[in-house]
Nanobody, 127 residues
Framework: QVRLVESGGGSVQSGGTLTLSCIISGSTSVGSYTMAWFRQYSGKEREGVASIATDGEIDYGDSVKGRFTISQAEDKKTLYLQMSSLQPEDTAMYYC????????????????????WGQGTQVTVTS
């Protein structure tokens, strides 16, 4: 059973930086998963923040381009999200997601694309 565990959330002042981590376990082929970060505001739909495909292709949501960076450890067992120039509107629960399916109709930043999810880590940005 694939398991995703996020960490690194917390409270930070506006303009600050934070790095989230997500450890993937339970699979012998972690390199075959498309991985992504999503966030969810209270009462809102979960939105795609950043994704990284198995070929290394990266996508970012428009609201985080130039401020957030997604990356993986060399062994592909840990996913990172470096967040800089944080603003109060970045306050949300952040989730890690993973999926092995290759031919699928959803974009890598759409939540329907993913089968496996972590429990989330809260990020709060104060002004």
């Amino acid at each position: 059973q694939v398991r995703l565990v996020e960490s690194g959330g917390g409270s930070v002042q506006s303009g600050g930086t934070l790095t989230l981590s997500c450890i993937i376990s339970g699979s012998t082929s972690v390199g075959s998963y498309t991985m992504a970060w999503f966030r969810q505001y209270s009462g809102k739909e979960r939105e795609g923040v950043a994704s990284i495909a198995t070929d290394g292709e990266i996508d970012y949501g428009d609201s985080v381009k130039g401020r957030f960076t997604i990356s993986q450890a060399e062994d592909k067992k840990t996913l990172y999200l470096q967040m800089s120039s944080l603003q109060p509107e970045d306050t949300a629960m952040y989730y890690c997601a993973a999926d092995r399916r290759v031919y699928i109709a959803y974009h890598d930043l759409e939540k329907e694309r993913y089968t496996y999810w972590g429990q989330g880590t809260q990020v709060t940005v104060t002004s």
